[in-house]
C-alpha cells in the first residue's frame, strides 16, 4: 500500500528527507501527511499536503520542515532540516484516498524511524 524510504541517524541542525509512495490510487486526489510518534507519546501530525495543493504542519516543525508531492510519481516527501532531538521518532505516511471509490479511506504506512542525537 504505502512505501516509506528515508530516516536514520543524524546529529542535531543536520538534514534528512523521507518520502512515501502509494501504489493503485488517483494519487492526485489524495490527501497526503507525515505523522510521528515519540517514545511514550501519542502519534501527533506533522505535515499535510491537500488533493487541493494546500500545506499545513505542526507549529515545532514550521520553518524547518517542507512537505512536497509528485503526482506524476505517486509521492509524498518530507524534507527535514536543522533537526533538534526531539524531533525523534517514528515517522508514518499517511494518505487519505478519495479515488477509484473502492479504495476510499484512510491508510498508513509501516513507519521509519528518525532519531537526531544531541
Known amino acids: 500500500q504505502l512505501q516509506a524510504s528515508g530516516g536514520g541517524l543524524v546529529q542535531a541542525g543536520g538534514s534528512l528527507g523521507l518520502s512515501c509512495e502509494i501504489a493503485?490510487?488517483?494519487?492526485?486526489?489524495?490527501?497526503m501527511a507525515w505523522y510521528r510518534q515519540a517514545p511514550g507519546k501519542q502519534r501527533e501530525l506533522v505535515a499535510v499536503?491537500?488533493?487541493?495543493?494546500?500545506?499545513n504542519y505542526a507549529d515545532s516543525v514550521k520553518g524547518r520542515f517542507a512537505v512536497s508531492r509528485d503526482n506524476a510519481k505517486n509521492t509524498v516527501y518530507l524534507q527535514m532540516n536543522s533537526l533538534k532531538p526531539e524531533d525523534t521518532g517514528v515517522y508514518y505516511c499517511?494518505?487519505?484516498?478519495?479515488?477509484?471509490?473502492?479504495?476510499?479511506?484512510?491508510?498508513w504506512g509501516q513507519g521509519t524511524q528518525v532519531t537526531v542525537s544531541s
Open positions: 499517511n494518505a487519505y484516498v478519495q479515488q477509484p471509490f473502492w479504495r476510499k479511506g484512510n491508510y
Open positions: 493503485g490510487t488517483m494519487f492526485s486526489s489524495n490527501d
Open positions: 499536503t491537500t488533493s487541493g495543493g494546500s500545506t
